[in-house]
DNA sequence: CCGAATCCTGGTAGATACTG
DNA sequence: CAGTATCTACCAGGATTCGG
């Protein structure tokens, strides 16, 4: 890429992830290791051969490993390295921006739960550490942690969650959006083991879409989610 | 701009500032307002007429403003709303892991006083609030405060600082990394003023170009700055 | 001198087709 | 499935010119 050629920190990381479609290829990765199909869904409207760019540049920034997935199944996946995940709480600032200040979303544009699920993460929550929420949106998988305080949110089945929700893309948008609060969300849902986890995992994403950077001032100036 | 037609708070922000040159423009203008030339100047590298295009997007965003200044000096500035303001943090983060994880530096490439103080901007200070130090570097000046704990970085002179620095910009590129302490820094610098309040601003400066984000967690990792 | 608009060239994005 | 190859259109980069 071309580089500004300025010897300042932003414009350094810039140098880096400053392309296009680079940093949304980040934002996929955050949620786990891809493979490079996964990353062609979660992306739409980018270009194969630039997918494949954006992955070697990356990898020669050191902010992406690619790795063989062992046996039996030898496929290839895309991974963030330190250096990657040392990207979040930058991406989580642009998101918060995005979300308070950035342009109206059109009701054209695509839509995914993992999108909106990241806006979860870095969340205070009550949920204790070491339990885990396995939350399925359609036909997708996500698994919700937490370091102690904080939520963590991951793509795919969790290995033992304490309890595993299911609900619709809608609900999920709703309930993140303030439109609905928990209650309402847990009639619509399915849970499966801890009643209690399952509560707190959904409290935690209530109004999550609101605020800035998972702090709840200033509600009401979000930009509402759209639904396809 | 082309957008990504996604609708996702992340995806929505890069359509806004992803494009190349426009979060440097807001890097500039984050220390003040600033005439079209001054930005030229700030921004080597860029041509003439990307940064026509990028202050007219930005305006169109609402990020920036474009206003005349009062009489007699009837010239155009551009500053940043509250919506530009806003960007601040994320600015921070990514300044941050450019700094820790970003290519190193060329030689080459061009350096300036503003870039490395920007740094500064943010970090925890003992500098009382209210209290104003004019920080002169070659012909260049900048004004250095507090919001009461937090450093504040703004371009221009100081209506009425209780003390002025002078220094060339090695020194203060040399406090910056660390490489200094704060006593022989001052020992080559001019100070005019109150001398415990200068001491107070350096000693907020002194190694801010280690560390993350104003904190001083894992220092030595650096890039140093190298310099021209 | 300030604040651009204009012209030209080369590279990159976007779309699609194709291959190991 | 995981990319590579090819083509077109547009945008970035550079120099020059033009109007207050």
Chains 1, 2 share one sequence.
């Not at 071309?2 to 992830?17: M, N, T």
């Not at 083991?193 to 209530?206: E, K, N, S």
Request: charged share 20%.
């Amino acid at each position: 890429m071309k580089k500004y050629g300025q010897q300042c920190p932003l414009a350094r990381a810039l140098d880096v992830i400053g392309e296009r479609w680079s940093l949304l290829v980040v934002r996929e990765l955050l949620l786990g290791p891809r493979r490079y199909t996964d990353l062609l869904d979660g992306l739409p409207g980018i270009p194969t051969n630039l997918l494949a760019s954006r992955l070697k540049e990356l990898q020669a920034a050191g902010i992406v490993a690619r790795r063989m997935l062992p046996r039996p199944t030898a496929v290839a996946v895309y991974e963030l390295t330190e250096i990657g995940r040392a990207l979040r709480p930058a991406l989580a600032e642009l998101r918060a921006w995005g979300q308070r200040y950035g342009p109206e979303p059109d009701e054209a544009d695509a839509i995914q739960p993992a999108w909106v699920l990241l806006s979860g993460s870095g969340r205070p929550t009550g949920l204790p550490a070491g339990r885990t929420v396995e939350l399925r949106i359609d036909t997708e998988s996500f698994q919700l942690g937490t370091d102690g305080s904080l939520l963590t949110v991951t793509g795919g089945p969790a290995p033992v969650p304490d309890a595993t929700i299911t609900m619709s893309a809608e609900t999920l948008y709703r309930l993140m959006t303030g439109e609905t609060t928990s209650a309402p969300t847990l009639r619509q849902a399915t849970v499966d083991g801890d009643p209690d986890t399952a509560r707190l995992a959904i409290d935690t994403l209530h109004g999550a879409l609101t605020g800035t950077a998972g702090n709840d001032r200033d509600k009401g100036h979000h930009a509402p989610v759209r639904l396809t």
